[in-house]
């Protein structure tokens, strides 16, 4: 007597999502406006799969991501996320930053940015951040070449 091949199980991969801090609450609905419903659902599972693995790694991302679909359809799955323009900066992280704004600052209350240049060999990061209780909390980073940074440094 055969039996029907059984799906693979990578639940041991991926903690139940009730668990884990997926995406926070301010974030949700910002996000969720932006991004189609299926886009919604593959980044809660992304972000599952990061908050266990702790590694941007894009195949042992697709191997994570409890999807019925072979991991090569689950890797070009992923890599076409990736790349959908909503995910930019500009779409989804400014508006979840004016939201911390509104929620922490009162308007006209002083508040404190920070802008620091980063050099990791020939990796130059400009990164603006908002000092909040302590805390830097990432605003804007852009990766910016070499010789823009040696034209801004010497002025």
């Known amino acids: 007597m055969q039996t029907a091949p059984t799906k693979k ?8 999502t009730y668990l884990l801090n997926m995406i926070a609450k301010q974030y949700q609905s910002i ?12 980044l809660t599972l992304l972000v599952a799969s990061l908050q ?3 590694q941007v790694k894009l195949e042992r991302l697709a191997e994570a991501l409890p999807l019925p679909i072979l991991f090569e359809s689950r890797r070009k799955k992923l890599q076409r996320f990736l790349k959908l323009e909503t ?7 400014f508006p979840c930053m004016r939201g911390l ?3 922490f600052f009162m308007p006209g209350e002083r508040i404190y940015v920070a802008i620091d240049r980063t050099s990791w060999g020939c990796i130059n ?8 209780d302590h805390r830097a909390w990432p605003i804007y980073c ?3 070449a070499h010789c823009f940074v040696s034209i801004v440094l010497d002025k």
């Open 9 to 16: 199980d990578r639940s041991k991969l991926v903690h139940p």
């Open 31 to 42: 996000v969720q406006n932006e991004l189609s419903h299926a886009s919604y659902l593959l």
């Open 52 to 54: 266990v693995l702790k």
């Open 87 to 93: 995910l930019h900066i500009e779409t989804l992280w």
């Open 101 to 103: 704004l509104d929620q």
């Open 125 to 132: 990061i400009l990164m603006v951040s908002l000092i909040y």
């Open 142 to 144: 852009r990766g910016i």
